[in-house]
């Protein structure tokens, strides 16, 4: 009976590991559909070096996250058009499940023993994954950052929002939502993201810089940190809106504080406290969350940063260099504007601000 | 026998005087708040403040059930999460029927629950090992269902449970005092829940007079594994979709409220209506950030602050009880 139950043991110990060891292949072909993506866990063993006319893309998110997500369909997307021009082009995504630097840098050991190509990878904390950067450039892998650029960085180039564009996404939210007003003097609330994320610190530098320098008649009640939770944003904005009934402005410094907001000030306008169209409210990045509170009337603006076009600007300049020899180039990602006025046309116009602020440099 | 009565009464004792202690410092704290601040006493501000303590409150209930066992939960809030994923799941990509739904979910919740007791139980194994390992699992199928989108739709009278007011009480809350109500008479007044005070004060002592140890232990984490899940869903009910975060900060929220309230993490000693007073608490302070427009950076000093006292005064008082015990 014993040795029944450990062949039985042996048999299934066989089973997983050829169940584990299938998903580097699948890696390495991407499906039909050209949706290549696939885990990068197991993929080092095989070691693969892709061959000449064949390119091979680590991507390495912050975390698994809906806006990581949109990275990722991008990245599918320059798969697929690249797969119609006759290339070959595999892209492995390998997503932290926390935003964890221990987790982060165990993704991109992994990436390198795979030695692709190009790795990209939006870094958690630029020091931690420095050296092993430098050793993958060394191994002849190109490194692209993507989404957060980082002090001191070695990465061949960054695809993503400059930080003075970051800074001054903050002016344009101040300016769309003071019109949208209509006055000349009011209260503002700002939520103000995470305490300890870079970027957020910027969106909200820059959105009360421009409303103290610009907009005197308007006065910042208070500035609370939702640390990117919808829950909080919510808890925080229906506290907002019992101290300061009068508000004019509330400010969402990430993706998820406009859309808690908006919860919060609907179930306000339900019960009476605020009249409707007296509060606008702006979020970050035309996800599925905010463009939703767009359609319901909860917020009133979107200042957008396509997670897309990063994944799709990441594979297209490493496919540019590959394939056609162009020097790998950082591409800006811009900011724009969303709002219910240009929401059904907004998609089309963002590829050609994109265009127009030289993000497709090959095509010059 | 004598000893356990004298224990008994004075755990009660104990536990009347710490509500009474707290629901005195929220009134001299509301006071404070009312003086400093003209919008704080106002029907709205204390209807969100008294929806806001109810999400996590009811998952707390759980908790304080467990904590009284001497055992501890820490899957309380991917359970949360995935009742709250798989209910939207069930009114959006299934149609279900919304009752259906929910007590489809809760028993989901339920069977999360379960299979903690069942692993503390049957392999004799630390709790804040398995619902550790529990949580990690939960969290981890939140990610292998949603892929970190949130899964939006829910409509219908169904979203009473997170948005709907009776008159001027939200419906969360009303729910929330229902379950302390009917917790509160097991926990007095049926043997049922004169076991979990046994078993936590002693548990050997209660296996040798006949109580089934093991088996309301299961029952205990079954009933948090539910409390959770429905306060999940309830969430899922105030944001019309299921949030691949919610829950993440349950945890220790769900301790705080519990330990502020009276019960004790050696177990034997809490009390339901303590853990709504300590969640009250809780909410309050949090309120009070914004109200008194307190810079954002201090709220975690003051959070870990209210975390540091209520453990403090959890400490001083197992020592004072012990000493009374040991005259």
Redesign the interface.
Known sequence: MKKIVILTLCLLLVFAMVGCTSQPQAAEEPSATGSASASAEGASESAAAPAGDEMTVVLIPKL???F??YVQEGADQAVKELEEQGYKVNVVWSAP?AADVTEQTQKLESAISLNPDYIGIAVINGESVKPMLESAQQNGIKVIAFDTDYEGSTADSFVGASLDAQYHSGEQAADILVKQTGKTEGKVAML?GS?DAENHKLFSGGFRDRIQSEYPGFEI?????DND???KA???T????????DVDIIFGGDGSAGVGAG?ALQ??ID?G?VEKDQVKISTYCLT??PQ?SLEAGQISAIIDYSPYYEGYYTVMSAAQEFFNGVELQGVDIPFGIVTMENLATYSDEYRQICIDSGAEYWNK | METKKIRNKFSMNQNVSTILFLMLFILLFSVILTFATPNFLNSYNIGIIIKQMSFFGIAALGQTLVLIIAGIDLSIGSTACLGGIFFALCMTTLGMNPVLAVILCTAIGCGIGYLNGLLITKLRLHPFIVTLAVSNIGYGFVLVITEGYTISGITGDVLAMGQGMLGAIPVPTLIFIAAVAVLAYILKFTPFGRELFAIGGNHAAARLVGVKVEARKRNVYLISGGLSAFAGIMVACRYNSGQPTIGETWVMSSITAAVIGGTSMDGGVGTVVGTLVGALLMQLLSNSIVMLNVSQYWEAVMTGGVVLLAVAIDALRTMHRNKQLSK
């Open positions: 698994v996250h809906e990581y997500n499940t103000t305490p009640v208070t500035e609370q940190a939770d919808k829950e919510t808890q925080l229906e506290a907002i809106l019992a101290q300061y009934p919860i179930a306000a019960t406290r599925a969350d939703a």
